[in-house]
């Protein structure tokens, strides 16, 4: 297995260009089982998370080729439709295909994803909804069985709790149903409004795009003409990298970036001192003068996403007085503290938030990564850290970030990839 060493306290200058984002690409890239034939999308992240899902359509028999993040997927010759446990327990997103598959095939069999490093992260609202368009679910011997042999059926769908991969797998299967669905609490979030936008480029008549009323009117299992498109930039990747110039008090420029998906990020860290310059699709981010404490409370987009929490609670460590994350959409997103509380960092931890004190000399030491944003954060930590740091597990942080290690050695860190 790879390890990063990270040799800490340096600056950062220069510029790092962003890639494709991930979330935006799952969907994508599941919503080709809908299409009628070849299409190509370009700026696709080439991640694991990317490379896993297009190994699945390709066991169900599509075929695609993706090289310098172009890929080029035909999926008219997909006839199995089931996804089996040996690649839907390495990444729960594969239940994206649930949706598509069902309302191009009438059947589908997807294994449960099982439990995450985060949470136990159910998917009751995805199967609820697809029940009340018409499908029959079962769950026999941990695989999810949908059939709907007379296509699904649109209708008014209210969600109890709002969920991106539920929205988005809703949409898919809307796309292909008999008459209008409605979706009513659906994720705003800009990941789901991109699958949305596409359709309608597509001719899928869709109202309410990117927000929380989403109005489909289905093909009634018509495949649809695509045509190519790019995947919108990382806003994850994006507020990653506006952290790691933060946590070292760096200037730092990203470009191809969507400032207008990254306002609760750049919001947060003006709250805690530093100044941006804003241009097309480019963003630099200047020193603060000092890093003050902030308070941050986890939303669904359009507010703080939990995709940045471990993050910001590493930089945190360097903002001067007490500071508070509130994390509340994931019961257990907080495996990052014991391994940044091993660098030093003063965390202390009462159910679901974290008080974290101000600033912190970190010592650099050998951690472990347990999921893919609490290993960015270790990151971040290790650049700021005093001495050299040894971040071991890195598998999880290469199913998100594409080539983080050169895109950051690229702008003066200190970093290099080693095997165990
Ligand atoms: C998506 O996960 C993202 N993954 C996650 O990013 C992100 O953290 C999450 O949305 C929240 O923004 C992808 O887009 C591939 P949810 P998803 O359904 O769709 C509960 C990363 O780091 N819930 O919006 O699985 C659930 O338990 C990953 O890139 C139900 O109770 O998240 C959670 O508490 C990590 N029943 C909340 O809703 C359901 O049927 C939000 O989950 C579905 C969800």
Redo the contacts with the bound molecule.
């Keep these: 297995m790879d390890y990063l060493k990270i040799q800490g306290n340096t600056k950062l200058n220069g510029s790092i260009d962003i890639s494709g984002a991930?979330?935006a690409a799952?969907p994508l890239i599941a919503m080709t089982i809908l299409a009628k034939s070849d299409l190509a999308i370009t700026n696709m992240p080439d991640v694991v998370d990317i490379r896993t899902l297009l190994k699945l359509l390709q066991n169900l028999g599509a075929s695609y080729t993706f090289e310098d993040n172009r890929l080029d997927i035909n999926t008219s010759e997909v006839h199995h439709t089931k996804a089996t446990y040996d690649i839907v327990k390495t990444m729960?997103?594969s239940i994206l295909v649930l949706g598509p598959l069902l309302a191009r095939f009438g059947h589908c069999e997807v294994s449960l994803p099982g439990g995450c490093a985060?949470?136990?992260?159910?998917?009751?609202?995805?199967l609820k909804a697809l029940e009340l368009m018409g499908a029959k679910i079962t769950i026999e011997a941990g695989y999810v069985k949908a059939e709907a042999p007379e296509g699904l059926v649109g209708c008014d769908i209210i969600f109890d709790?709002?969920?991106?991969?539920?929205t988005a797998n809703i949409v898919m299967a809307a796309a292909l149903a008999r008459g209008k669905t409605t979706i009513t609490n659906a994720?705003r979030?800009p990941?789901v409004a991109q699958l949305c936008e596409v359709l309608k480029a597509s001719g899928i008549a869709i109202d309410g795009i990117g927000t929380s009323q989403i109005t489909i009117e289905g093909t009634d299992r018509q495949l649809i003409d695509m045509s190519s498109f790019s995947v919108i930039p990382d806003r994850?990747e994006s507020g990653t990298y506006l952290c790691a110039a933060a946590i070292t008090n760096s200037e730092l420029t990203l470009n191809k970036v969507r400032i207008d998906h990254l306002g609760s990020i750049i919001s947060k860290l003006e709250e805690m001192g530093f100044k941006f310059t804003k241009e097309m699709n480019k963003i630099t981010i200047h020193p603060a003068q000092k890093i003050k404490s902030v308070d941050i409370i986890t939303q669904?987009y359009p507010g703080f996403?939990?995709?940045m929490q471990a993050q910001f609670l590493a930089l945190a460590t360097q903002a001067e007085g007490t500071s508070t994350i509130d994390e509340r959409?994931?019961e257990n997103r907080f495996m990052h503290v014991s391994e940044l509380q091993r660098l030093g960092a003063d965390i202390k931890l009462n159910g679901h938030v974290a008080s974290i004190k101000g600033p912190t000399t970190l010592s650099g030491t050998d951690v472990m990564a347990t999921d893919?944003?609490a290993s960015s954060a270790l990151v971040l930590a290790a650049l700021v850290a005093e001495g050299e740091t040894n971040i071991h597990r890195i598998y999880h942080l290469d199913r998100?970030y594409e080539n983080l290690e050169k895109k950051l050695e690229a702008v003066g860190a200190k970093i290099e990839r080693l095997k165990e």
């Design positions: 991930k979330n799952l729960r997103a985060i949470g136990q992260r159910p998917i009751d609202l995805h709790k709002i969920t991106v991969t539920g994720a979030e990941e994850i669904e996403p939990t995709d959409l994931f893919l944003r998100g």
